[in-house]
């Protein structure tokens, strides 16, 4: 099975930043694309970013695009880079993962996924 540890979150005001971390361990070496999903008190879970398995191409929701920067290295390790933070940005972030090429867009398409870390941007 494929392990996701996610570190980074944290309080942090309103124009701040965070970087969040995703580790990744087992079977992880085919085909594995990667996410970030947010959840929000009373929200569904939402896509914020997402990275093929090579890391050649991204994709973010409209309300991160400009802030936010997602990337992964050569040991299967993902981040969030969060820029210019928000208190609408506060919510757990989660890391997510699938076998395939392309990015989970839903969450209904994760295979798998990490424990959720809380982010708190305050005014």
């Known amino acids: 099975q494929v392990q996701l540890v996610e570190s980074g979150g944290g309080l942090v005001q309103a124009g701040g930043s965070l970087r969040l971390s995703c580790a990744a361990s087992?079977?992880?070496?085919?085909?594995?694309?990667m996410g970030w999903f947010r959840q929000a008190p009373g929200k569904e879970r939402e896509f914020v970013a997402g990275?093929?398995?090579?890391?050649?191409?991204t994709y973010y929701a409209d309300s991160v695009k400009g802030r936010f920067t997602i990337s992964r290295d050569n040991a299967k390790n993902m981040y969030l880079q969060m820029n210019s933070l928000k208190p609408e940005d506060t919510a757990v972030y989660y890391c997510?993962?699938?076998?395939?090429?392309?990015?989970?867009?839903?969450?209904?398409?994760?295979?798998?996924w990490g424990q959720g870390t809380q982010v708190t941007v305050s005014s």
């Open positions: 087992g079977r992880t070496f085919s085909t594995f694309a």
């Open positions: 990275i093929t398995w090579n890391g050649g191409t």
């Open positions: 997510a993962a699938r076998w395939g090429n392309q990015p989970p867009r839903y969450p209904n398409e994760c295979s798998y």
